[in-house]
Every structure is written in C-alpha cells, then in structure tokens.
C-alpha cells in the first residue's frame, strides 16, 4: 500500500499534528490578521523549511554514503563500535 499520498494523509488524519498547530501557531498570528490566512500560511512555511531539511538531509547521506562504502573507513568503524561494546561490556562486568 505504497502511495505518495499515504504520509500527508496519516499526518493530516493524526489528532496530534492538529493539536501541535493549535498550540504552536496562534502567537505568531499577529492581532486583527485574517486567522485561517496566517495559519495556513505558517503551516506553508513550517511544511516548506521541513522539506528543504529533508533535502540538505539527503544530499549529506548521499554523500556520507560514498564515504562509508571505503573498505578503509568501514574498517574503523568496526573498530570503533567494537571497542565501544568492549567498554560497555567491562562497566557492565565491573558494576559501578
């Protein structure tokens, strides 16, 4: 059941989301503005910065994706995980 309507669908139809806008948006609506207006506004705003963040957030997981495909770098990172299990399983084994 995979459509691209199927996320701003749930988030629209989840009580949640309304009541985030409902608490959050009223105090940057500025006195005598037409309500629905701003808020739709700010809502365009707040959904526009959201996908631009997704984009920057893609762009760097592109490119951290070529980067953690050397078999170098996955070396270290093996390394590193496995010395930070070490060190949790000596402070588990030695109690504090």
Known sequence: MSSPWLDPLTNL???KVGVFYVAVLPPFIPAG????AAGVLLTSVHVAEGLLWSAVLI???RTLRTRL??????RLLDRATGVAVLGFGAKLALGD
């Open 59 to 61: 762009a760097f997981a």
């Open 33 to 36: 503005a037409p309500h629905l």
């Open 13 to 15: 139809l989840n009580p």
């Open 69 to 74: 495909r050397r078999p170098s770098v996955r």
